[in-house]
């Protein structure tokens, strides 16, 4: 008989969450959290003339059909990377900028989720999310996270390899270095140095007389997939003289880093001294030095477990940190000459900062093994000041490089900038007060889309964002790329023979961080051909277009034609202009002007009245310069490599150029024409 009291109702029971949510939750948050991270400082990040305008200027031109190594020169770069991005250029508005920097912060979300692959067997699942959210937070520069992404990715699959040698490992490493003969360079040797390095450690580890054979085969499926890889790459590229050029780039890749590394005119690391306070590079002296130690102290204690972990043959499991720990020694010391010899710089200490953050990471594991296993109460001090240490070193490099920056940082997000619609169509962020397109605007309004323009020592995105070309393959125009005298009066002959139409000259860009890198010091060559063969028509801060007044004839539809009695209508407009104050349209028909007459000195005195008009003192000296050796037929002074033209020169100029041209609204090209060139070796050196 039952009572008529009911049971008590049970609590529903609490259900726990799926296992491929507490499996997949670290990934998901990184994904989460970097993606809307890179995103916002890739959207707002400022253009790059140099480094992202040289990876679309290539990009572009191979779509276009030029060939690399052959009619575009391809430096330390692989063109199977140029392919995928001239891919999405030619698929998109507005030159594809956006688009690109997009794809480039979504594998920048991605190469966090490989540091997390590669620290997660050292660290454990909150070490490796505490070391993937440093390297989510120094980004880097973006149009370089493919090397971060491949780099990252091998580190994470040989890692695992290391400690548990399995077959999907493997064949993903040799995909990987595949792909890296598409990508970079760099990256094939550190695939193919790794896998060496595995290979060698499970054969040492392995006792039984089958584990060389069975490596053998190992060995030749890992060629056989590499070759796979690397076939439509040798497909694609196709012509024998372009395949030529890639394996010969390849193969001297670790020889001409050296090279640049020990040569005078490489940016030297900071001193000593500046480690000190008072000094401008004490910030960067610490980071740098400080990236140095760390690093360093890793690859020893990462070579260090990697021996101990050979000698453990019998515990497969426990010798798995261990050995994962020699392979993040050897991937350091593979990444370390990149920013440490050949590129001392914050930039290159910035675009390498993903491996410093894993060493840091790395470091704090071994810390923390240390605080946890020590039995004396000394050593668990000493684990735990490291612990701190490595920490605070890699907070500070966080704050320094990924927060503070001058570039790809927080904040250099946040200051202020504009979106600049060019008259070429291309749209491109720059800072508010940047005045560049001033230059830009001015080359596209006087010139034809088959004329040439020279970007010296390294501007390639002036020719990508002006849909111009380089009149030569060579687009690093820096002495680890002309090193030699003969190779630079080769480059002066072929330019000579291009005649380029227009060249922005970066005259104060400098490889050493002083006067010893500038162009005209290392390249005196280049420099006399810029000053004798091109006029002066505008300068930017410290970029200035120089105009070829007798350049190669135009293969567009309509050639530009040079009469006589269009020159003087070109000056009269640029007057009007520039009485009215309209400093733009002055610039571009002073800019024509020089184009159709630039033997005229009438039209240099244009040229002076409108940059001084401008303020821009540079211009100003170089055309009245030009103006009296034109009308005195004398070698200019700026042509002379001893005789610098100083601001004070300028008040001299002017008068010289007034006295020597009483009435400059009258002029004849042709007259102008006739007269010896100014540097010809017999004009007499005018005095002063």
């Given at each position: ?300 204690c990462g070579a260090v477990l990697g021996r101990r972990g050979l000698r453990r043959a019998a ?283 630039g033997d005229a000195p009438q039209v240099m005195l244009l040229v002076a009245a409108v940059a ?77």
């Amino acid at each position: 008989m039952t009572s008529g009291i009911a049971p008590e109702p049970r609590p529903p029971a609490r259900r726990s969450a799926p296992g491929w949510l507490v499996a997949a939750w670290p990934w998901l948050a990184i994904l989460g959290l970097g993606l809307p991270y890179n995103l916002f400082l890739t959207t707002r990040a400022v253009f790059e003339i140099a480094d992202e305008g040289y990876l679309y200027y290539v990009a572009a031109a191979l779509h276009a059909g030029a060939r690399p190594f052959v009619d575009v020169e391809l430096q330390n770069y692989s063109p199977g990377l140029f392919r995928g991005v001239g891919w999405l250029l030619a698929s998109s508005p507005d030159h594809g900028i956006l688009v690109v920097r997009l794809v480039m912060a979504a594998a920048l979300a991605a190469a966090a989720a490989c540091a997390f692959a590669a620290l997660h067997p050292l660290l454990g699942r909150p070490g490796a999310f505490a070391g993937a959210l440093l390297v989510v937070l120094v980004p880097g520069p973006f149009y370089k996270a493919y090397v971060r992404l491949l780099q990252l990715a091998l580190l994470a699959v040989w890692a695992r390899y290391a400690g548990a040698p399995r077959r999907r490992y493997w064949v993903a490493g040799a995909l990987l270095t595949g792909v890296a003969f598409w990508v970079r360079p760099d990256a094939v040797y550190a695939g193919l140095a790794l896998a060496l390095l595995c290979t060698l450690a499970h054969a040492w580890r392995s006792a039984a007389a089958r584990a060389w054979p069975v490596l053998a085969v190992r060995g030749s499926a890992f060629v056989a997939v590499v070759a796979l890889a690397v076939l439509p790459l040798l497909l694609l590229l196709g012509e024998g003289a372009v395949i030529r050029g890639y394996w010969r780039q390849l193969l001297r890749l670790v020889g001409s880093n050296a090279e640049r590394a020990l040569s005078s005119y490489n940016l030297p690391p900071p001193p000593l001294s500046a480690l000190g306070p008072g000094s401008p590079d004490t910030v960067f002296a610490w980071a740098f030095y400080g990236s140095l130690l760390v690093s360093v102290l890793a690859i020893l204690c990462g070579a260090v477990l990697g021996r101990r972990g050979l000698r453990r043959a019998a515990a497969a499991e426990a010798a798995a940190p261990d050995l994962a720990g020699g392979v993040v020694a050897a991937w350091l010391a593979l990444n370390l000459p990149q920013w440490a010899l050949a590129r001392p710089d914050v930039y290159h200490l910035t675009q390498q900062a993903f491996a410093v953050l894993v060493a840091a990471a790395f470091l704090a594991s071994i810390a923390w093994r240390w605080w946890r296993l020590a039995a004396a109460p000394l050593g668990r001090v000493a684990g735990a000041a490291g612990l701190a240490l490595v920490g605070v070193a890699g907070v500070a490099l966080v704050v320094g490089l990924g927060v503070c920056g001058p570039r790809w940082s927080v904040a250099a997000a946040l200051a202020p900038a504009r979106t600049q619609q060019l008259e070429s169509g291309a749209r491109y962020r720059t800072p508010v007060l940047d005045r560049f397109d001033l230059l830009l605007d001015t080359i596209t309004l006087t010139s034809d889309a088959a004329d040439t323009v020279l970007s010296v020592p390294f501007l390639p995105g002036v020719n990508y964002l002006l849909g111009r070309r380089l009149p030569t393959p060579q687009v690093h125009v820096l002495p680890e790329s002309v090193p030699s005298a003969e190779k630079r009066a080769h480059l002066v002959a072929r330019l000579a023979a291009a005649a380029p139409a227009f060249a922005v000259y970066a005259h104060d860009y400098t490889t050493t961080g002083g006067p010893a890198g500038v162009l005209r010091s290392w390249a005196p060559e280049l420099h006399d051909y810029l000053t004798r063969e091109l006029r002066p028509a505008l300068d930017v801060d410290g970029r200035a277009l120089l105009v070829n007044p007798h350049p190669q004839p135009s293969l567009g539809p309509e050639p530009p034609l040079r009469p006589e009695a269009t020159a003087p209508a070109l000056v009269a407009r640029a007057r009007a202009a520039l009485e009215s104050r309209k400093m733009g349209a002055a610039t571009a028909l002073a800019t024509r002007a020089v184009r159709w007459c630039g033997d005229a000195p009438q039209v240099m005195l244009l040229v002076a009245a409108v940059a001084e008009e401008r303020r821009d003192l540079a211009t100003a000296l170089g055309a009245y310069d030009w103006a009296v050796a034109l009308a005195s037929r004398t070698p200019p002074l700026a042509a002379d490599r001893g005789r610098a033209l100083e601001p004070g020169m300028l008040p001299w100029l002017r008068d010289a150029a007034f006295r020597l041209l009483p009435e400059p609204q009258v002029f004849s090209c042709a007259a102008a024409q006739e007269a010896p060139s100014p540097s010809s070796p017999g004009s007499a050196t005018r005095a002063k």
